[in-house]
């Protein structure tokens, strides 16, 4: 069973920080990797989407890379503000129909 | 532009009593899926769609049942609910290789 780890768990940083958020997966034969934001309370919203013969996607400052090889993604988030504050979740679809949940990382960005 | 709706927002439940929580995507996606989400488990799959006319058991399908109405509507049904079943429940819909779309969730408390 595929099994998706995500570090830190959570994460305070101060307004306009660069910060790296963590993916990691054990089984590489997946078709793709969705990054998602939750707010407190709230539905999830898809923030970027890359399929398995691609190396990352960029959506303003948010970048995301993916290396199958390695079983990791990561989620660049470049000048932080309060409002990107949220739990960040990653998620993968392998051989079956169910997308693979990662727990999340909870981030605060204090202004 | 709804995407994906989900009724009702909030709903508590007796111990025993049935409900059925309803979804609807307006997005032509031919694959349906509940999710449930807990603290410290994160999204669970219960049951999924792949195309109109059938359903799969998740991961945790135990106390619940589906029906995919017609190709925009995936219901869940809860028999005789219990207290495991308090949790946010989550409808999201995806075609082909494109991302998932989720809704904004379901919170449901059984007493």
């Known amino acids: 069973k595929q099994e998706v780890t995500q570090i830190p768990a959570a994460l305070s940083v101060p307004e306009g920080e660069n910060l790296v958020l963590n993916c990691s997966f054990t089984d590489s034969a997946i078709y793709n990797l969705q990054w998602f934001r939750q707010d407190p309370g709230k539905g999830l919203t898809s923030l970027l989407l890359i399929q398995s013969s691609q190396r990352e996607q960029t959506s303003g400052r948010l970048n995301a890379s993916l290396d199958k090889s390695s079983g990791r993604s990561t989620l660049y988030i470049a000048a932080s503000q309060p409002g990107d504050s949220a739990t960040y979740l990653c998620?993968?679809?392998?051989?079956?129909?169910?997308?693979?949940f990662g727990k999340g990382t909870s981030l605060l960005v204090t202004p | 532009n709804a995407g994906v709706t989900q009724t009702p927002k909030f709903q508590v439940l007796k111990t025993g009593q049935s409900m059925t929580l309803q979804c609807a995507q307006d997005m032509n996606h031919n694959s349906m899926y509940w999710y449930r989400q807990d603290p410290g488990m994160g999204l669970r799959l219960i049951y999924y769609s792949a195309s109109e006319g059938t359903t799969d058991k998740g991961e945790v399908p135990n106390g619940y049942n589906v029906s995919r109405l017609n190709k925009r509507e995936f219901s869940l049904r809860l028999e005789s609910a219990a207290p495991s079943q308090t949790s946010v429940y989550f409808c999201?819909?995806?075609?082909?290789?494109?991302?998932?779309?989720f809704g904004s969730g379901t919170r449901l408390t059984v007493v």
């Open positions: 998620a993968l679809r392998d051989s079956g129909y169910a997308l693979n």
């Open positions: 999201a819909s995806r075609v082909t290789e494109y991302g998932y779309t």
